[in-house]
Nanobody
């Protein structure tokens, strides 16, 4: 019942920008950490950016200064603003959220979006 729906991916030229969105829906008690991962062809999935419930964020070195992660807790949505995109940013981007679905079962578990393709090419 809990779903993470991503949007905003697509094709963009080097130096361009995209903004990814991920909305969490369903029966939710609370959300802790949220983040964005990506997986490029032939490579393992890596953490791109993460953000805590309180808004503290971290980034992988390759995107620092170019990407910004943010969240709207009222809308259960996390965003990834991607600027100055490079061809090496090309990957499938996955939204992740640690979610508890019940006050009786407070422990959080990870949920994943279906992934959205980001292609950076001339």
């Amino acid at each position: 019942q809990v779903q993470l729906v991503e949007s905003g991916g697509g094709l963009v030229q080097p130096g361009g920008s995209l903004r990814l969105s991920c909305a969490v829906s369903g029966s939710i008690f609370s959300i802790k950490d949220m983040g964005w991962y990506r997986q490029a062809p032939g490579k393992e999935r890596e953490l791109v950016a993460g953000i805590t419930k309180g808004g503290r964020s971290n980034y992988t070195d390759s995107v620092k200064g170019r990407f910004t992660i943010s969240r709207d807790n009222a809308r259960n949505t996390v965003y990834l603003q991607m600027n100055s995109l490079k061809p090496e940013d090309t990957a499938v981007y996955y939204c992740n959220a640690d979610i508890s679905i019940s006050t009786a079962i407070y422990s959080h578990r990870p949920y994943w979006g279906q992934g959205t393709q980001v292609t950076v090419a001339s």
